[in-house]
């Protein structure tokens, strides 16, 4: 069963048809979630998103991509989320299996863990808002342009010059640090 | 160096690339959330003029589903898992940790940081400036790092692979722990507990206030020796067993 599908069987009440939709898009809406700042409650944002969408199927444009639709959701979500928290939406994530998930922390491993990819990611986290979300759409989802300005709600024009004002400062960052 | 420099954009796209294709963000089994998302939108059709959030919203609880709640919580208590996320949560309180035993949740992936205030000192210092007599296992002898934070209320001992943080347990809460199925078992040797599986674990700064950011911590030992609390890291049961022993 394709999205469209899927779709039409859901709009006529087809919890099942749902749920295929669901089993589809969960891992990356959990992606999603997690990068633009959920953390922890990843989880919750991710299912409230789901429920939402489906309440809101009616208005999701036939015919078009449903996954960026969804992620919009769910990037909505996750934004409400970390605004009502007051806290600062952060890419809260760590590195592959750099270090032990748990046990003391070695100040000596640490400063072993602190090789470029961690230095590149402590940029990235470093990045005003708007330009750390364009970054982690378009390198870390690997959403295309398009996508990324449906899913965060921004003109395609603004995805592009965020990207490049992002990518001009890691390339800086990254510069400074092959110097030192 | 040019900044406009093509290879040098490509090299970055490819690191970036490469960056996000390492980051590891947890996620349930997908069948799982399709199964709760299912279950919210039946019980939303159950009550078409009413938005649920939760089992709770917006419901004043009859006697009946009382008894039906308490009848729940004990069934958690009993061991039985309730299918699907369950909002009952079973605590556990002691010795300054609180345990929340709810349905299997993503590990939390913040990167352990530093607690409040935190910084090395030497044992001597510690003792002195700690609020609490400060307990060394012998099984270990001396830590290999000592750390103070929190103005006094935490002493974190450290060995390789073997973290130790004693604590104030007699008032409040100082840890919360998050974990899944199965409760944590009670070890009588040491009159404490033991929590084997990983689990997301928070500190509770004095005074009150948000939780310090969550980590995910192993297998932990928790214990209280006098009127210290103390959360033993790292080691297997047994050996845990072996070294809250030798606390004095």
Redesign the interface.
Known sequence: MDDDEAVTRALAGDLDAYEVLVTRYSAVAHRTAHLLGAAAEAEDVVQEAFVKAFRHLKGFRRGSPFRPWLLRIVANETHDLTRSRGRRSDLAVRLGREREPYGPEDPQSVAVAADGRSRLLEAVRALPQGEREAVVCRYFLQLSEAETAEVLGVRLGTVKSRTFRALRRLREEVGREHLG | ?S?SDDD??EA??A??????A???????P??D??????A???G?RARPDRRVHGWWAGRRPTPRALAASVAVLMAVLLGATPQG?AAVVSVLRFAGVEIRVAGP????????GPLPGERRVTLEEARRTARFPIAVPTALGDPA?VRLADGGRVV?L??????LDEFDGTLGVVWRKELGEPFPEQVAAVGGWWIQQ?H?VSYVPYGGGAPHE?R???PTLIWQHNLVGLRL??PDRDEAVRIASSVR
């Open positions: 160096m900044i040098e954009r970055l796209d690191r970036l690339r490469a960056l996000g390492g980051l590891t963000v947890p996620a349930p997908p069948a959330v399709a199964r709760a998302v299912r919210r939108l039946e939303e996320r949740g993503p590990l939390p992936t913040g990167v352990p790092d974190t450290l060995w390789p692979g073997v973290r990983p997301g969550e995910a911590a192993g890291e790292g």
